[in-house]
């Protein structure tokens, strides 16, 4: 068994507001978290997280709708991701 969390900072533009993301797991999708911001230069974070069995093999990743979206720099770290084994 495994936990998994996920945070995603998101900026607001006046072209893109908002991002989806998608925690998978060997290409299936097993949850979704979004930001939603409503101004220019608006930020926001939200996030997920999932308990799950995983089997010898699989792969797990997060992907994103809007993936020059998300805010993440060496200056700026709002963004993310976090799995810890719990046990067998």
């Known amino acids: ?17 908002g991002a989806w993301t ?8 097993i949850m979704d978290a979004v930001v939603d911001t409503y101004h220019n230069y608006q930020d926001l974070q939200g996030g ?7 089997n010898l093999g699989d792969t797990v990743w997060i992907s994103c709708d809007n993936e ?5 720099s060496s200056g700026l770290r709002v963004t993310s991701f976090t799995g810890l084994y719990l046990y067998a």
């Open 1 to 17: 068994m495994y936990y998994f969390n996920y945070f995603i900072g998101e900026r607001g533009t006046a072209e893109l507001k």
């Open 22 to 29: 998608y925690l998978k797991i060997n290409s299936v999708n």
């Open 48 to 54: 997920n997280a999932v308990v799950v069995r995983l």
């Open 68 to 72: 020059d979206h998300i805010e993440g």
